[in-house]
């Protein structure tokens, strides 16, 4: 799904230059982590922008893909998992949303 806000996105290419989770540089993508669809809102704590092949791996759900979004996830973004555990209600809502879908 695409970004809503051009600015917001602009901000984000301007922080990255390179997929946060491989490092990668080339096209990259802003995935949302919580899709608008699921009720993910498009914002900063919502979002890693990813190279465009891990990106559509994702999608595919690539069990390697997930496994690398998810530990960087883990390891590297702590306001992703705070704000997917207060999207879902409460910590232990929010970690089982997060074994599920990554």
């Not at 809503?4 to 301007?14: F, I, K, S, Y």
Request: aromatic share 4%; net charge neutral.
């Amino acid at each position: 799904m695409r970004i809503r806000n051009p600015d917001l996105l602009a901000l984000l290419h301007l922080e990255h230059d390179c997929c946060e989770v491989t490092g990668r540089t080339g096209i990259l993508h802003a995935h949302h982590v919580v899709y608008r669809s699921q009720g993910g809102d498009d914002i900063r704590c919502n979002l890693l922008m990813i190279d465009n092949g891990l990106h559509a791996r994702y999608h595919l759900a690539d069990r390697n893909a997930r496994f690398q979004i998810g530990t960087h996830i883990r390891d590297h973004r702590p306001d992703i998992l705070e704000y997917v555990r207060t999207k879902r209600g409460s910590k232990e809502a929010g970690d089982a949303w997060i074994q599920a879908h990554l």
